[in-house]
């Protein structure tokens, strides 16, 4: 199995979102995610496919949903968390990317090899929250500062 990555940002507060898109703009973290991401599967929730204007380009969308009439172009589609994953590494990929949303990320925080976060440091009101990660499960491997956030990589300790 290809080493399964959590791929998020996330303020001081915990907010991931808010009205279901990301409460700022940050053109460095979207490169970031496009050039981590970019040929790769992602594994989504429904309201995360769905938050995007179209699918975006070069990279497989499995989408793990219990709407069993749910389906949209570009997206394929997932039942289960086990079966998301069996479809995300079908081609040898790298790595299967998780994008979220929060419940998504919950299902796939203790398989998860790796995680990429994107720590905003303002806090900022929004709806959707990730709790900090239990560094004991948890080592910084990197950090590069920028003056409102740094991307950190976090590696499953053991």
């Known amino acids: 199995m290809p080493p399964i990555v959590l791929i998020l940002a ?17 053109p460095a ?10 040929g790769q599967p ?7 496919f769905e938050s995007f204007p179209k699918p ?5 969308h499995i989408v793990l949903t219990r709407d069993a ?8 589609i997932a039942r289960t968390p086990d079966e998301a994953l069996a479809m995300a ?16 990320f919950t299902l796939y925080l203790d398989t998860a090899n790796r995680i990429e976060l994107t720590e ?4 900022i009101a929004g709806d959707t929250v990730m709790p900090p990660f239990d560094l004991a499960h948890w080592q910084e491997t990197a950090r590069e500062h920028h003056d409102s956030f740094d991307f950190v990589t976090l590696v499953r300790r053991g």
């Open 10 to 26: 996330r303020t001081a507060n915990g907010v991931i979102g808010h009205n279901g898109q990301l409460p700022w703009h940050l």
């Open 120 to 123: 905003v440091a303002d806090e």
């Open 56 to 60: 975006l380009p070069g990279r497989r």
């Open 42 to 48: 992602m594994i989504m929730g429904r309201k995360t």
């Open 69 to 76: 009439d749910w389906q949209r172009e570009g997206a394929e």
């Open 89 to 104: 590494a079908t081609g040898d990929p790298a790595a299967i990317w998780i994008i979220g949303g929060a419940e998504i």
């Open 29 to 38: 973290d979207l490169k970031r995610f496009k050039a981590l991401t970019m």
